[in-house]
């Protein structure tokens, strides 16, 4: 069983040796950790909570999660888990890292192989907790064909209700679609996307230098199956890689790190690599978006979309040279960002870009029959933890969205997620605000979202326009597929606000009439 | 044309209320047309530019307005801001006239009680275009009390489009002047309207209206100086009615009560010189006033000796008054009068004494050619209405005449306010166009009545009793007017005969009509209609070219298409988004108000201005050198320092030409500040032969930071049209932390102080010399 702690930097980086330092450390307590762990096996969990109180002693609270995920390493004492899944193994599994941008893509490929005795219905993945943390969205797949033949049937993936798994590992099950028989074997495709697991390091940068960042992860698949046979790609947004753990077999070869193939593997094996290399790639995250879509039966749906966006990188120190950034845009400022692409759907028109004081003027609007594409710029180029608010709005021809459905109810038919391409969302609300005197609103989400109702007023409404809120957290790019609100609309009810105006105004000159004709003066 | 004439042979009487009615709907809508007109050509601004606040002071207004919405009128009249005037903050709610932030934080919450989501932003930007169509439609009442309902739709038709207020009141020109002027005017119409009706009732509005006056603007001294300086008038010329007590008494007693309740007024409505010309006016009114009641219940003998006692009691009275005022007044510093006042009265005062109110362009006298820029046509039009306003001459039009004659004074000493002078010109001018066209047509129509009755004639109908002489028919015709005139409210029908004997229906009616051959006729038609469409193409030109650009984004036409600078916005959003909430941002005062509304920061100084010596430490920082300046400002807290460079794009009124400002203005509190030392052989220069002093100038350093790398070692300043003195050079206690894209905003970061580390063996060397400097320093910096 291999491990190495994360070694990193070339000798000239400065700060090398505080890390160095760190990492003394780390291996001191992991021996420790060792010997505790070979003479006490069974008492792994109590000491591992001893151990751990330890732990903290030397080390930062950042590198809490790793160490949190080393257990998973050793501390191999069961659950009921053990029992209960043993009897499927992974005969062969591939792992493809995506470290390009800032939101972290990975596919794995399985192919499960059952050998016990009754049949399974599901495939466990495990996820050491920090990642977990970040897993924005899972998705698995169940290959059936081959290769020329080859097709996807979408399968479902749920967090597993089992017991978390040694030293707080995550499951999540797949459920298959035909359970697997004995000695059955089925290939899946999982892939998921983790957010927030790149680690600016240094923490902070002058404006020439480029950001470099921090990649935590094992070299095996953590699994709480045998693995036979596995291998895990890295795949880097240049060729500037710091430094790399090494367990050996590993490459890398240009942009691509590779680990493995390793033989063999038992459950629960974990490695932890770290990868420390340049990624200059937009660290775009917005903080809030609050997207409200409001259903005007009178022919419109306006989408109104607040935005506060933050560069989530390394942070910017020291001053801002204007004259730099403008006269060497390929060293100066190379981590920051201007530009934004907004992918709106066609035929989208009153397209505004503003914030609170007023309106942003750069921005280009490309307006096609299959997408529109906005180009906005915020008022100044982002830097490292540099943010910027401002609001997108536009409007969508009803007919576009807008359906009826056979039981007569009508839905809207809109992309849930954040329209920025590449962008990270810490926190999303969707308010969908349906005309007044609609009733039985209900909503389809393929994930789950947080669904709360309000009420809004707005132009001459009495009873109020039901707005159903949706939230989520954590959403990146992938989640901006359709979503679905049902709800009952009678055609009279938009009527009402007419009928409203003309009788005021008929009241209006009625009084006046009345007015006239009167004589109120006391004299006569 | 002919429609009258077949009414004027058949005056049948069902046929005449038809008419009326007519006349009274086309009106209406003729009015409605022109609010509609006088709120769209103040749209330009927003279909050019964008929905947005301008310039700086709506800045302050708008921010003012949105903590009214958010917390309320009690909070409001109770904030004290501390994020302005640092450390010393600002009472606003007792500084400020309330009267524009009231009107659109109540347009605001109507607005929400009826489910109409508009945001305060929308509501502050359109509500001068709004009150400008009020403005036209109180214009509209005022000359139709002077001169008829003719006069009323011409005057508001040129009202809505003349540029002198166009510039005041677009879309986004979130200013005082926008609702004053409507309050000015209405004032003066509910005036005239007492004074012609003599009805309580509209004494008491022109109360309330005043009220209204004096929460929206300063100007409201002009009200209460020019109404008594009317009364006063009509008192000498024998005009003393009953009426004009009825429209004078109540507005004194009533006005100055609602005065003194606004916070910002108080008890300056009794105290200081501007309201004594009123005071001492209803004085004279009631003395004038017990004359003519005794005249009436005595015998004319007896009459005489009780007049002779009257006045000279009367002028020891008011003897003894006036010597009370003379010595209350004399004892003040001022003489009782406020800065912007005496400005007023002796034009070279302000910038003799004051450089902070000479310093602001919109207080220097305007040229000739800004008056007719800003009025245009109305200049040569004005003395053609003063000669029709004196035939005849009535209650009504001698206030408009001295109205006029006083508002061109004052717009001789400010330019900024030839918007008072612009109604009193649209007034005139539309009296005299009325007039032109009456006199016009009247010849046409005479014309055609003269062909019609030749034509009858001529077919050989001759009925001698039915021929009357068109004279007669002009005559009938006049009539008729008169009585359409005089039947303004269909409401007041009763009341109407009362007031038969208005002034100036008798005056008319002594009126030879005057008759000018027909073509001479037409042709003057012709080119008065001319006229009035070059004054209708100059006012749309100015709303759209001159007047409409909110001045925080500027546009520039090249050959590759427009251009937008937007760096003020981008670095109020850089220091709303990038700074911390305390942090404080020094700059020159003009962008105080800005500062604090856009980038919600805290400032040093603002346009405000209250505090002379304040804005002098600022201004002594920026002319200080670098140690001095950053002394300066370390004393005050500040944490970032703005200033404004026009240099890269040509952008003239950035710091640097402001500068001189800043040196006078500091100097005039801390005279280590001396103003030649900037200048070489008096003149302002920023090249090579610029002055030492003016080259080490924090001002100097902090524009023309790293300028010279933009254009490979030159250094041209476009404003300037010259390349700078010094070019390299670098900030040692200064730190460039945010340039915008055109560099027209450079924000610097104060650096800390340094640690003394290694002092120990030079320490024995530098203890002497520190100290030197240091109360040098001492000295200088007001703050220590």
Known sequence: MSYVVGACGGPNKPFCKKEGFVHCSLRTSSLTIIVLHIFFRRLGSILSEKARLNMEVFVARSRLTLIFSLFALFSLSSSSLSSSTTELQILTAERRIDLASHIIRVVLTLKVQNDGTSAASDVLLAFPPAQAKHLALIQAAEVAGKKRKKSLHPLDVKPSNHADGPNGAKFYSISLRNPLGTGGSVSIDVSYVLTQSLEPFPVEIRQSEPQLVLYRDSALILSPYEIKQQTTVIRTPSTKVESFTRVEPSTQLRTELKYGPYEDQPSFSYSPILVHFENNNPFAVVEELVREIEISHWGSLQVTEHYTLVHNGARHKGGFSRVEYQSRPTISGVASFKHLLVKLPPRVHSVYYRDNIGNISTSHLRTGYSKSELEIEPRYPLLGGWKATFVIGYGIPLEDVLFESDDGKRYLNFSFGCPIAETLVNKITNKVVLPEGSKNPSVVVPFSVERRAETSYSYLDIVGRPVVVLEKENVVPEHNVLFQVYYDFHPMSMLAEPLMLTSVFFFLFVAALAYIHMDISIRK | ?784
Not at chain 2, 70 to 84: L, M, S
Not at chain 2, 756 to 770: A, E, F, Q
Request: with cysteine; hydrophobic share 45%.
């Open chain 2, 1 to 784: 044309m002919a429609v009258p004439v077949d009414n004027l042979t058949k005056p049948t009487p069902a046929s005449s209320t038809l008419r009326f009615a007519f006349g009274n709907v086309l009106a209406f809508f003729i009015l409605l047309l022109i609010g509609v007109l006088a709120f769209s050509i103040r749209l330009f601004s927003v279909i050019k530019y964008e929905s947005v606040i301008h310039e700086f002071d709506p800045y302050f207004n708008y921010r003012v307005t949105q903590f009214l919405t958010k917390n309320g009128i009690y909070d409001f009249w109770n904030w004290f801001d501390d994020r302005t005037w640092y450390p010393l903050g600002r009472v606003i709610g007792g500084t400020v006239y309330p009267g524009l932030t009231l009107t659109a934080g109540t347009i605001w919450k109507v607005l929400q009680s009826l489910n109409i989501p508009l945001s305060v932003e929308t509501v502050c930007v359109f509500t001068a275009p709004v009150f400008s169509a009020f403005a036209a439609w109180a214009t509209y009442l005022l000359t139709k009390e002077v001169k008829g309902t003719g006069a009323g739709l011409t005057a508001a038709v040129l009202l809505a489009m003349v540029p002198s207020y166009i510039s005041r009141s677009v879309a986004g020109s979130y200013d005082n002047e926008a609702v004053a002027i409507f309050a000015l005017i209405f004032t003066f119409y509910l005036y005239i309207k007492t004074l012609n009706t003599g009805s309580l009732f509209y004494a008491t509005l022109n109360s309330i209206a005043y009220f209204y006056m004096v929460c929206s603007w300063g100007g409201y001294t002009f009200i209460i100086n020019l109404i008594p300086m009317h009364v006063l008038l009509c008192i000498v010329t024998g005009r003393y009615s009953s009426r004009l007590y009825i429209a004078y008494a109540p507005l004194v007693v009533l006005g100055t009560l609602l005065a003194a309740l606004v916070p910002v007024v108080g008890f300056n409505a009794v105290m200081t010189s501007e309201h004594f010309a009123s005071f001492l006016v209803f004085i004279v009114i009631h003395v004038v006033a017990l004359a003519y009641y005794i005249k009436g219940i005595l015998s004319p003998k007896m009459f005489k000796v009780a007049a002779t006692l009257v006045v000279s009691v009367g002028v020891v009275v008011c003897c003894a008054v006036v010597a009370v005022l003379v010595a209350v007044v004399a004892s003040s510093p001022t003489k009782g009068w406020s800065g912007r006042s005496l400005s007023l009265l002796d034009p070279t005062y302000a910038s003799k004494y004051i450089p902070i109110i000479a310093s602001v362009s919109e207080h220097q006298p305007p040229t000739w050619p800004s008056y007719f820029m800003d009025l245009n046509v109305l200049a040569f039009l004005v003395p053609a209405g003063i000669i029709a306003c004196f035939a005849p001459l009535s209650d009504a039009s001698s206030f408009v005449i001295l109205y006029l004659v006083m508002s061109v004074y004052f717009s001789g000493v400010m330019v900024r306010l030839m918007l008072v002078l612009a109604p009193a010109a649209c007034i005139m001018s539309g009296i005299a166009l009325s007039e032109a066209f009456d006199v016009f047509t009247r010849s046409i129509k005479f014309y055609i009545s003269n062909l019609s009755e030749f034509l009858q004639t001529d077919a050989g109908d001759t009925l001698p009793g039915n021929n009357v002489s068109p004279q007669n028919e002009v005559l009938k015709n006049e009539k008729k007017e008169d009585t359409l005139k005089e039947r303004p409210s269909r409401k007041n029908k009763k009341k109407e005969k009362e007031n038969i004997e208005k002034p100036y229906v008798k005056s008319k009616t002594e009126k030879r009509p005057l008759v000018l051959p027909v073509e001479a006729s037409f042709f003057a038609l012709f080119l008065t209609v001319l006229l009035g469409g070059f004054y209708v193409v100059h006012s749309v030109w100015a709303a759209a070219e001159a007047y409409s650009a909110p001045s925080i984004v500027l546009t520039s036409h090249s050959h590759d298409g427009l251009h937008v600078f937007d760096d003020f916005r981008e670095a109020y959003a850089w220091l709303s988004h990038n700074t911390e909430v305390d942090d404080k941002v020094a700059s020159w005062w003009d962008y105080g108000y800005q500062t604090t509304a856009m980038a919600n920061r805290t400032v040093i100084v603002d346009n405000n201005t209250w505090n002379n010596t304040h804005i002098a430490t600022v201004g002594t920082a920026m002319s200080s050198p670098e140690k001095a300046g950053w002394e300066i400002f370390n004393s005050l807290d500040v944490k970032y320092v703005l200033v404004v460079f026009g240099g890269l794009v040509g952008y003239p009124s950035d710091d640097i030409n402001k500068f001189l400002w800043m040196v006078r203005i500091g100097g005039g509190v801390f005279p280590h500040i001396k103003e030649p030392d900037y200048l070489r052989d008096g003149q302002y220069r920023i090249d090579s032969q610029a002055t030492p002093t003016m080259l080490n100038s924090l001002m100097y350093k902090l524009s023309y930071f790293r300028f010279v790398e933009t254009d490979g070692g030159k250094g041209y300043d476009r404003v300037r049209r010259t390349e700078i003195g010094k070019k390299y050079f670098k900030l040692t206690h200064f730190e460039e932390v945010f340039t915008t894209h055109h560099w027209m905003v450079r924000i610097y970061k104060l650096k800390p102080q340094k640690n003394r580390i290694r002092g120990k063996t030079k320490k024995s060397k530098s203890k002497t010399s520190p100290t030197t400097p240091r109360s040098g320093t001492v000295k200088k910096n007001p703050w220590h």
